[in-house]
């Protein structure tokens, strides 16, 4: 792999100014200075060229002197607005300069041989002024390479409340739906999308998260996406369903265009109740509102396909929206302001009773709209190549001991498009793995923590039976006995198992509140390694006495060779190959003589082999 670097400016030591061009480019990246020609920088660039040499770079590539992709990455978490704000326009006009840089031939310039590939910004709780959402709607929409953003939301004041109602909207709107105001096109908003965003919750208001998961749900660029705290203590039964409604309407609905693939939610409560109220949102594919909100109190799924609502309608530019609050929808005063649509927009009719319409604007939540003639469509009912593939669930405390029927259930509602699941578990959920695989058909990647699972001898056997393809297992305190963990270890060793055929990566860990790897574990899991020829990596966590007794026998199966294809061999290596066995200059060579069909046969099966990666950390 090429070399990389990651250049971290952390606010404790970025003072007002610091992230100014003059004292960033021309220091770091890009004027030309004395020190450039001093010996310590003439011989790191002579060792460049040697490193780059015996990375199999050409000669002719060296002397242009090939691109060093590095990161960037700003912690700017506890400013005051007014300094963030600062450092925001500074750094946009500092990017601005790198991002034309990188356009350039360094060579020629004499530049440092640097190439941006990402950026990281995290700028923590703010408070989402119309002044400094403009200055990261426009950062982060500039066309930069942004892998993480991350912020938390503040609740608003009752001076701002509109004011950040406004603002808050139209950076999500932008940013996450890259639906840009008027001025900024599309391919803009877009090529400048985050590919990973960071959200805490624990100070957000009801019509925040509203609107961050009505921009969620229409997603056009951002990937992996992490949400903290969302579920607070204080939270009501009614409003703990309010919220699980809204992520169902983000992350798990069928019909959905939403770009979000991976998720991350943490401390989430599960209750049976909040099951029901997901399984209404699911089935009527629609945010919470005052009808669902009946059907969940009165659990009547019996005509509940009466309520699904999927049709869209075309609203054209400069159609008047009034923005409607969650905690005064139902005392007629949630009327607070308007917003103008920016652009003809097909958006989903989630109510059309009466003389309006209410619709989901991402970005702002539901929305009241005169009723007028509108045109209007059925939404896609299924879009499998969009949507959720891998969610991280940290689980909660359950009071109750029904906590694995809830969890079952829930998995049931939104489990089978997934790939990989994660849960952590801090209450009980106990759930078997037929339960999981049956609920999730397409997982390949799992991973468990304290989750209690229920005939956890069965663990292979249920994975035989439901003909589950794991690749990627991870098992850290979900075992009681050692035994247990034997009987796993001996299925992998068994070529003609179902776990054996298709895992590819374990990690197993265990603490006295489940039970440790012990000596007995380490034997079975050292024989497993001697029949099990399709096993990349193994991760285990033990004792430091067991780590000693047992370091050289583990050592032997670390590095060894797998007859395992890692990567094909690319095509210009299969050409070069080809040019010296079929070329004229070696008309006379033995290799000559191959047969067509055997030369076939090496082009399609040339590979690099996988190497086997066995690693120890000490279990507390």
Same mark, same amino acid.
């Given at each position: 792999?090429?070399?990389?670097?990651?250049?971290?400016?952390?606010?404790?030591?970025?003072?007002?100014?610091?992230?100014?061009?003059?004292?960033?480019?021309?220091?770091?990246?890009?004027?030309?200075?004395?020190?450039?020609?001093?010996?310590?920088?003439?011989?790191?660039?002579?060792?460049?060229?040697?490193?780059?040499?015996?990375?199999?770079?050409?000669?002719?590539?060296?002397?242009?002197?090939?691109?060093?992709?590095?990161?960037?990455?700003?912690?700017?978490?506890?400013?005051?607005?007014?300094?963030?704000?600062?450092?925001?326009?500074?750094?946009?006009?500092?990017?601005?300069? #790198?991002?034309?840089?990188?356009?350039?031939?360094?060579?020629?310039?004499?530049?440092?041989?640097?190439?941006?590939? /990402?950026?990281?910004?995290?700028?923590?709780?703010?408070?989402?002024?119309?002044?400094?959402?403009?200055?990261? *709607?426009?950062?982060?929409?500039?066309?930069?390479?942004?892998?993480?953003?991350?912020?938390?939301?503040?609740?608003?004041?009752?001076?701002?409340?509109?004011?950040?109602?406004?603002?808050?909207?139209?950076?999500?709107?932008?940013?996450?739906?890259?639906?840009?105001?008027?001025?900024?096109?599309?391919?803009?908003?877009?090529?400048?999308?985050?590919?990973?965003?960071?959200?805490?919750?624990?100070?957000?208001?009801?019509?925040?998260?509203?609107?961050?998961?009505?921009?969620?749900?229409?997603?056009?660029?951002?990937?992996?996406?992490?949400?903290?705290?969302?579920?607070?203590?204080?939270?009501?039964?009614?409003?703990?369903?309010?919220?699980?409604?809204?992520?169902?309407?983000?992350?798990?609905?069928?019909?959905?265009? /939403?770009?979000?693939?991976?998720?991350?939610?943490?401390?989430?409560? #599960?209750?049976?109740?909040?099951?029901?109220?997901?399984?209404?949102?699911?089935?009527?594919?629609?945010?919470?509102?005052?009808?669902?909100?009946?059907?969940?109190?009165?659990?009547?799924?019996?005509?509940?396909?009466?309520?699904?609502?999927?049709?869209?309608?075309?609203?054209?530019?400069?159609?008047?929206?009034?923005?409607?609050?969650?905690?005064?929808?139902?005392?007629?005063?949630?009327?607070?302001?308007?917003?103008?649509?920016?652009?003809?927009?097909?958006?989903?009719?989630?109510?059309?009773?009466?003389?309006?319409?209410?619709?989901?604007?991402?970005?702002?939540?539901?929305?009241? +709209?005169?009723?007028?003639?509108?045109?209007?469509?059925?939404?896609?009912?299924?879009?499998?190549?969009?949507?959720?593939?891998?969610?991280?669930?940290?689980?909660?405390?359950?009071?109750?001991?029904?906590?694995?029927?809830?969890?079952?259930?829930?998995?049931?509602?939104?489990?089978?498009?997934?790939?990989?699941?994660?849960?952590?578990?801090?209450?009980?959920?106990?759930? /078997?793995?037929?339960?999981?695989?049956?609920?999730?058909?397409?997982?390949?990647?799992?991973?468990?923590?304290?989750?209690?699972?229920?005939?956890?001898?069965?663990?292979?056997?249920?994975?035989?039976?439901?003909?589950?393809?794991?690749?990627?297992?991870?098992?850290?305190?979900?075992?009681?006995?050692?035994?247990?963990?034997?009987?796993?270890?001996?299925?992998?060793?068994?070529?003609?198992?179902?776990?054996?055929?298709?895992?590819?990566?374990?990690?197993?860990?265990?603490?006295?509140?489940?039970?440790?790897?012990?000596?007995?574990?380490?034997?079975?899991? #050292?024989?497993?390694?001697?029949?099990?020829?399709?096993?990349?990596?193994?991760?285990?966590?033990?004792?430091?006495?067991?780590? *000693?007794?047992?370091?050289?026998?583990?050592?032997?199966?670390?590095?060894?060779?797998?007859?395992?294809?890692?990567?094909?061999?690319?095509?210009?290596?299969?050409?070069?190959?080809?040019?010296?066995?079929?070329?004229?200059?070696?008309?006379?060579? +033995?290799?000559?003589?191959?047969?067509?069909?055997?030369?076939?046969?090496?082009?399609?099966?040339?590979?690099?082999?996988?190497?086997?990666?066995?690693?120890?950390?000490?279990?507390?």
């Amino acid at each position: 792999l090429d070399p990389r670097f990651r250049f971290v400016f952390n606010e404790k030591f970025v003072e007002p100014g610091a992230l100014s061009s003059a004292a960033v480019c021309k220091q770091f990246f890009v004027t030309v200075s004395a020190q450039r020609e001093s010996d310590d920088y003439l011989e790191a660039r002579r060792s460049l060229k040697k490193l780059q040499t015996a990375l199999g770079k050409t000669r002719r590539n060296v002397e242009a002197v090939q691109p060093i992709p590095f990161e960037l990455q700003f912690e700017l978490l506890t400013l005051p607005d007014e300094i963030l704000e600062t450092h925001l326009r500074d750094l946009n006009a500092m990017l601005g300069i #790198l991002q034309a840089n990188g356009r350039g031939d360094t060579n020629s310039s004499g530049l440092l041989p640097l190439g941006l590939d /990402s950026i990281r910004l995290d700028v923590g709780g703010v408070n989402m002024s119309w002044s400094l959402t403009q200055r990261l *709607t426009s950062l982060l929409s500039s066309g930069l390479p942004f892998s993480l953003f991350a912020f938390s939301l503040k609740k608003a004041t009752a001076e701002n409340y509109v004011q950040m109602q406004e603002s808050v909207g139209w950076f999500l709107r932008t940013v996450l739906c890259g639906q840009g105001r008027v001025g900024q096109s599309l391919a803009d908003a877009e090529r400048g999308g985050v590919d990973t965003l960071s959200v805490g919750c624990h100070d957000c208001d009801e019509w925040q998260f509203a609107a961050l998961c009505s921009a969620l749900g229409s997603a056009s660029v951002t990937k992996h996406l992490r949400l903290y705290g969302i579920f607070g203590m204080a939270d009501t039964e009614e409003t703990r369903r309010w919220k699980w409604q809204w992520l169902t309407y983000a992350l798990f609905r069928t019909a959905t265009e /939403s770009t979000v693939e991976r998720a991350l939610i943490t401390a989430a409560q #599960l209750t049976r109740e909040d099951t029901l109220a997901i399984a209404v949102a699911i089935h009527v594919n629609s945010p919470p509102t005052d009808g669902l909100s009946k059907i969940t109190r009165e659990e009547n799924m019996l005509n509940i396909r009466d309520w699904r609502r999927d049709n869209a309608g075309h609203f054209l530019d400069g159609t008047e929206f009034m923005l409607i609050d969650p905690d005064q929808e139902n005392d007629g005063g949630g009327r607070l302001s308007s917003i103008f649509l920016e652009t003809d927009s097909w958006l989903h009719i989630v109510s059309d009773g009466g003389d309006h319409f209410d619709v989901v604007l991402p970005g702002f939540g539901i929305v009241r +709209a005169d009723k007028l003639p509108i045109e209007q469509r059925l939404a896609p009912t299924d879009n499998s190549t969009l949507g959720l593939k891998a969610l991280t669930l940290a689980l909660g405390l359950h009071f109750g001991d029904d906590g694995g029927e809830v969890l079952t259930d829930f998995l049931n509602l939104i489990g089978t498009p997934l790939r990989s699941l994660a849960l952590y578990a801090v209450g009980s959920y106990p759930i /078997s793995m037929a339960s999981i695989s049956q609920a999730c058909p397409q997982l390949t990647d799992l991973f468990l923590e304290g989750i209690q699972l229920i005939n956890p001898r069965d663990f292979c056997l249920d994975i035989e039976r439901t003909k589950a393809k794991l690749k990627c297992l991870g098992l850290v305190n979900v075992f009681t006995s050692s035994e247990q963990i034997t009987h796993l270890a001996e299925a992998i060793a068994s070529p003609s198992s179902q776990i054996a055929l298709h895992l590819s990566e374990l990690g197993l860990s265990g603490s006295e509140a489940s039970c440790t790897i012990d000596d007995a574990n380490v034997r079975a899991l #050292l024989t497993m390694l001697k029949t099990n020829r399709k096993l990349m990596y193994l991760s285990l966590g033990m004792s430091p006495e067991l780590q *000693t007794k047992y370091d050289e026998a583990i050592q032997q199966h670390h590095g060894e060779s797998l007859p395992v294809v890692q990567n094909k061999v690319p095509i210009p290596a299969k050409t070069a190959f080809l040019s010296a066995v079929r070329g004229q200059e070696y008309q006379s060579s +033995a290799s000559n003589s191959l047969d067509d069909a055997v030369l076939s046969l090496i082009l399609a099966l040339a590979a690099t082999c996988a190497s086997r990666t066995v690693t120890i950390h000490y279990d507390d």
